[in-house]
């Protein structure tokens, strides 16, 4: 899990860093030069693509396993609030990004949120970070 300062824009990319043999570097720029790709950022965005689609199903499964849900969840403070004053506590499984609302104090979200992973990125004041951090599962 990626945790993203929440008082600058979120992303909607994050950078990743690979170390390529000489010789596959060399076939994926001559793939660049003939023009099958824009420049190599483009070639490693479609192989990353066609692997997520060809594993397609095994993440469908594996989100409804895991109870994931998928894209951007926010959690607000009133939502929080019912959450507490309804006796219940949230598990939070989220595929991409999770936001924590600033107005949302470090008692409300321990008393609301029982566990939280999060495959992406996580956003939240420091404050609550660190009142989750021994509920974040990493």
Same mark, same amino acid.
């Given at each position: 899990?990626?945790?993203?300062?929440? &008082? @600058?824009?979120?992303?909607?990319?994050?950078? %990743? $860093?690979?170390?390529?043999?000489?010789?596959?570097?060399? *076939?994926?720029?001559?793939?660049?030069?003939? #023009?099958?790709? +824009?420049?190599? $950022?483009?070639?490693?965005?479609?192989?990353?693509?066609?692997?997520? *689609?060809?594993?397609?199903?095994?993440?469908?499964? &594996?989100?409804? =396993?895991?109870?994931?849900?998928? /894209?951007? *969840?926010?959690? /607000?403070?009133?939502?929080?609030?019912?959450?507490?004053? #309804? #006796?219940?506590?949230?598990?939070?499984? %989220?595929? /991409?990004?999770? +936001?924590?609302?600033?107005?949302? &104090?470090?008692?409300?979200?321990?008393?609301?949120? !029982?566990?939280? =992973?999060?495959? /992406?990125?996580? @956003?939240? @004041?420091?404050? !609550?970070?660190?009142?989750?951090?021994?509920?974040?599962?990493?």
């Amino acid at each position: 899990m990626k945790l993203v300062d929440n &008082t @600058s824009k979120l992303p909607d990319t994050d950078k %990743v $860093t690979i170390n390529l043999g000489l010789v596959d570097l060399a *076939q994926m720029d001559l793939l660049v030069e003939e #023009g099958f790709y +824009t420049n190599r $950022t483009d070639f490693v965005r479609t192989a990353i693509r066609n692997q997520l *689609q060809q594993h397609q199903e095994a993440i469908r499964q &594996t989100v409804v =396993r895991k109870r994931f849900v998928m /894209g951007m *969840q926010r959690y /607000g403070k009133a939502e929080l609030e019912r959450v507490v004053a #309804g #006796g219940e506590q949230l598990e939070i499984h %989220v595929l /991409g990004l999770a +936001t924590i609302d600033a107005d949302v &104090t470090p008692e409300l979200a321990r008393a609301a949120i !029982v566990s939280l =992973r999060v495959l /992406g990125a996580f @956003s939240a @004041s420091a404050a !609550v970070k660190a009142a989750l951090a021994d509920r974040m599962d990493t």
